[in-house]
């Protein structure tokens, strides 16, 4: 009996992704365990190992929206099995685009309901996640919109126009026209917009759209905070993990973060969700785009355990293991670019979260204490928070505290 190839649940975030493409050819023999296709969600990327040995017979192109738990393919044991799937192509619910492979004609799909909701799939209104997640963010009802994406699915460009109080669009128009390549202008190169650039684009975009945005800078001095770091890793040893001065600022963070628990928020529609839990998220840049793996419970972990979870969440980006999960349901962020000689600067937060922590070099400045004039090392700050639900003041006593802290460190205990 065939094999079915099945979407797997990456994380409890996961919804829907897309099918980037299948590593084997139609009727190709695939070993267990073997590499079969690639999907892409809106956070990383997973090559799906086969579930068995067979001959790959696919029902979804590559390029097509597909559901969790969606059956995509095929493992047929022999031919006379994979000619039998050929000429029957049994199409699971909700696929995508046909493959190569000959199968019985799909009904059409439905169109959007008279009423104005979206068409629903088992009681269940069609619509993006990231359109979902801005409905919910403002108090929308997906039921009474009309979605204008294949099928009459609910997508961003909808949600957009009812916040403009305008009707549903076809799609959303470009900010600016591009100019036509002549030869005057000619493109190096072509990048697409996919992938984790894709969710860089759409994150950024829609913080800006939906949060006042506010940013304070002050600066600490890091002394302590590097004699700190010396101790931990001369304690550690040669074997522990070496610490880094992400893991010290988390640390501190999650500390300020309990002290001023209305930072660790998030806007929901007409209400403001203070979280239990503080998950720091580490904005980092491997060269293919900006992602955030969160450390969880950071306020519950020690500055080795920070990070030695640091350590295993940057090396599982490398080799592009990373599960949705890891970069899913973050309460505040923490991005540095201290390395590259940046002091103060403007992060945008990461939506839905209320805040974002910049942090620029540290380096030695002259600074007058008790009459004298005095080198030390200075850590540049720079908070940006959302105005809607923090006031200037509480968002300068947050920073404040942080600063105390990375000054103090044994304020942190």
Same mark, same amino acid.
């Given at each position: 009996?065939?094999?079915?190839?099945?979407?797997?649940?990456?994380?409890?975030? /996961?919804?829907?992704?897309t099918l980037v493409k299948w590593t084997r050819s139609p009727g190709e023999q695939v070993a267990a365990e073997e590499i079969v296709l690639v999907l892409e969600t809106d956070k990383v990327t997973y090559e799906m190992p086969s579930p068995g040995a067979g001959l790959l017979h696919p029902l979804v192109q590559a390029g097509s929206n597909i559901k969790v738990k969606q059956v995509v393919g095929y493992l047929a044991a022999d031919q006379a099995e994979l000619n039998s799937?050929?000429?029957? !192509?049994?199409?699971? +619910?909700?696929?995508?685009?046909?493959?190569?492979?000959?199968?019985?004609?799909?009904?059409?799909?439905?169109?959007?309901?008279?009423? !104005?909701?979206?068409?629903?799939?088992?009681?269940?209104? /069609?619509?993006?996640?990231?359109?979902r997640a801005m409905a919910a963010q403002h108090g929308l009802d997906l039921a009474a919109l009309t979605g204008t994406g294949p099928g009459g699915r609910i997508v961003r460009a909808d949600i957009l126009k009812i916040l403009e109080g305008g009707p549903p669009a076809a799609a959303a128009a470009?900010?600016?026209?591009?100019?036509?390549?002549? !030869?005057?202008?000619?493109?190096?190169?072509?990048?697409?917009?996919?992938?984790?650039?894709?969710?860089?684009?759409?994150?950024?975009?829609?913080?800006?759209?939906?949060?006042?945005?506010?940013?304070?800078?002050t600066e600490a001095s890091a002394g302590e905070m590097i004699r700190l770091r010396e101790r931990l890793n001369q304690a550690a040893g040669p074997d522990g993990p070496k610490i880094g001065y992400n893991a010290v600022i988390i640390k501190a963070l999650a500390q300020a973060l309990k002290k001023h628990p209305r930072v660790n928020a998030s806007v929901n529609g007409e209400v403001i969700?203070?979280?239990?839990?503080?998950?720091?998220?580490?904005?980092?840049? *491997?060269?293919? !785009? *900006?992602?955030?793996?969160?450390?969880?419970? +950071?306020?519950?972990?020690?500055?080795?355990?920070?990070?030695?979870?640091?350590?295993?969440?940057?090396?599982?980006?490398?080799?592009?293991? *990373? /599960?949705?999960?890891d970069l899913a349901l973050g309460t505040v962020t923490v991005t540095n670019l201290g390395a590259w000689d940046i002091d103060h600067f403007t992060p945008i937060v990461n939506c839905p979260e209320s805040a974002i922590l910049g942090v620029g070099r540290i380096v030695d400045k002259p600074v007058a204490k008790e009459g004298q004039v005095v080198v030390e090392p200075r850590l540049a700050l720079s908070l940006s928070f959302d105005h809607r639900i923090i006031d200037g003041a509480p968002?300068?006593?947050?920073?404040?505290?942080?600063?105390?802290?990375?000054?103090?460190?044994?304020l942190m205990l």
């Open positions: 009996m065939a094999l079915e190839i099945i979407v797997p649940k990456l994380g409890l975030t /996961m919804e829907e992704a799937l050929a000429a029957a !192509g049994p199409a699971p +619910a909700e696929a995508g685009p046909p493959s190569a492979a000959p199968k019985k004609a799909a009904p059409a799909p439905a169109a959007p309901t008279p009423t !104005g909701g979206a068409a629903p799939r088992g009681g269940r209104v /069609m619509s993006s996640p990231l359109a470009p900010a600016a026209p591009v100019p036509a390549e002549t !030869g005057l202008l000619t493109a190096a190169q072509e990048i697409p917009i996919s992938g984790v650039r894709k969710v860089v684009f759409k994150n950024m975009h829609l913080s800006l759209q939906t949060q006042a945005q506010l940013t304070l800078t969700k203070v979280w239990r839990e503080i998950h720091v998220g580490l904005a980092v840049d *491997l060269g293919q !785009g *900006l992602i955030v793996p969160k450390v969880r419970q +950071a306020g519950l972990k020690t500055i080795p355990e920070i990070q030695a979870e640091l350590d295993r969440l940057i090396n599982l980006a490398k080799r592009g293991q *990373l /599960m949705p999960d968002g300068a006593a947050f920073l404040k505290t942080l600063k105390d802290m990375l000054e103090e460190p044994l």
